[in-house]
């Protein structure tokens, strides 16, 4: 019924994923039809010679994606099919503004092809780390998982983050490390902390979308300052300071979101000086600096993160549904930013920090990263080459990270990339146009291309169709 050889030694899957692998074959040919019985665990293990352990990895892993169903003492069954379910209504906003992308592509019906999102496939993921600490964490007894958590967070998490930073010369220890629910959490309690209605917070242009709702909410005056491929425009940034006297800067140092591109360090070292000068503060955030193959400054670790707020998370490297992220500030005002955080939600989701903790030791998290930088940059090599091909200019090629920042070149630059997101969406592709990382969503020509969904032939076959892109 299961035609399975298993293949050792073989570096593109696992034996758990070769029988994941064979077991899903034969439910698609039907040779093992709805309802079927499975043979035992030790009875597989076996007759094709591979561990006990093996195999009831595979089996539990198809369970766990709807292939199998298991009974105590009655093994494993093929899952016979689930009545299918009415589709939801798809929402086709006026507008493909920061609302729609934060709401609309987490709801029941994304779109069919992703190049314009955020983050990782779910085959790209640890797995693997991510089911062992889950079965860790059900181990636990309850009364470790049942009450309120530490105001700053989990303090094995903490005191692991500020060991690894400290590896990155950010010299902290636990007492300044803060726990949000993702970096962006983080980013509003320190909009909420430090700024009231009416100040001014500078931002970097193009920025980080998310930042501009919270940004409104507060009633924070955001003022531009353009970023280019080595860094912020300083020229523009003293200007700024000087004729708005901002509370606050934004930056994303590391793989900047969206262009990708790094700061270089002459341009650390003098936004660092202009913010001594002019007496603001700077909130770095730093989420993709695991993707990163090699070194790039650091503003806190230049700084001591005394002047700078440091923000971090795991959605990038571990998954975007567990949102743990972190803070690091100076003492004082690492204080009143937990006491924002107690305020407006209480204490973080421990139960998802006890799980990143035992991701981050027992997960095998350094080696799921390095793999996974190597992949990304695989992947920007072949992005590149197709937005090449298809006459796009790219902004940077950082060979590292998630996103690549294009337009249309030649004769197709006047299509406007407002209007080529609205012809996508309804085609069920979700581009990310220039106008959300712009705080005055002016219609800007470029594009945010995911270089891990951008592979899939019907992207490009749209875009040609639709003119942005020439080629075949």
């Known amino acids: 019924m299961i035609e399975f050889q298993p293949v050792r030694g073989d570096a593109a899957s696992t034996l758990v994923e070769q029988v994941v692998a064979a077991v899903r074959r034969a439910i698609e040919r039907r040779a093992l039809p ?10 597989f293990a076996s007759v094709h010679r591979v561990s006990v352990h093996t ?7 198809l369970a766990l994606d ?24 798809v929402c086709r906003p006026a507008a493909l503004d920061t609302q729609w992308r934060l709401c609309e592509t987490h709801a029941d019906s994304p779109p069919r092809l992703s190049p314009g999102c955020g983050w990782l496939p779910d085959d790209w993921l640890n797995q693997d780390g991510l089911r062992a600490a889950l079965r860790h964490i059900s181990r636990q007894p309850m009364r470790r998982m049942a009450h309120y958590g530490h105001p700053l967070g989990y303090a094995p998490l903490r005191a692991h983050i500020a060991a690894r930073l400290g590896e990155r010369g950010i010299a902290v220890d ?29 931002v970097e242009q193009p920025c980080y979308a998310n930042l501009f709702p919270i940004l409104r909410l507060a009633q924070v005056r955001a003022v531009p300052v353009p970023r280019g491929a080595a860094g912020l425009d300083c020229v523009a940034l003293e200007r700024v300071a000087r004729l708005h006297r901002p509370r606050l800067l934004f930056i994303n140092t590391a793989l900047h979101n969206p262009t990708g591109t790094s700061l270089e360090a002459a341009n650390a070292a ?47 490297s571990i998954a975007p549904s567990l949102r743990v992220g972190y803070m690091v500030a ?6 009143v930013c937990a006491r924002s955080k107690m305020l407006s939600g209480l204490t973080g989701p421990e139960t998802m920090e006890r799980l990143v903790h035992h991701v981050l030791l027992e997960g095998r998290h350094a080696a799921h990263t390095a793999r996974l930088r190597d992949r990304l940059a695989g992947a920007h090599e072949q992005i590149e080459a197709l937005l090449d091909a298809h006459g796009f200019e790219i902004c940077a090629r950082p060979r590292a990270g998630l996103f690549l920042w294009a337009r249309p ?44 969904y951008s592979q899939d032939p019907e992207l490009w076959r749209f875009l040609r169709e639709a003119g942005a892109a020439g080629g075949t």
């Not at 709807?66 to 209504?89: E, F, K, N, S």
């Open 409 to 452: 070149a030649g004769r197709r630059a006047g299509l406007g990339a407002d209007a080529l997101a609205r012809m996508a969406a309804d085609a069920g592709i979700w581009l990310t146009p220039g106008s959300l990382f712009d705080i005055g969503g002016k219609d800007l020509p470029w594009l945010r291309f995911n270089v891990a």
């Open 66 to 89: 709807g292939w199998l169903t298991a009974r105590p003492r009655l093994g494993y069954r093929v899952a016979r099919p689930r009545p299918p379910r009415a589709a939801p209504a």
């Open 34 to 43: 709805p309802g079927a019985m499975l043979p035992s665990i030790r009875a």
């Open 270 to 316: 003098e936004v660092l000086a202009l913010a001594a000068r002019h007496d603001f503060h700077i909130v770095e955030d730093d989420v993709s600096r695991e993707l990163l193959d090699g070194w790039s400054p650091s503003l806190a670790g230049l700084d001591g993160a005394w002047r700078v707020i440091y923000l971090g998370g795991y959605s990038k």
């Open 330 to 335: 100076h003492d004082a005002l690492l204080r």
């Open 55 to 61: 195999v009831a990895r595979a089996y539990g892993r």
């Open 174 to 202: 636990a007492q300044r490390v803060l726990l949000t629910q993702g970096a962006t959490q983080g980013l509003d309690i320190v909009v909420r902390t430090l700024l009231r209605p009416g100040d001014t917070m500078a």
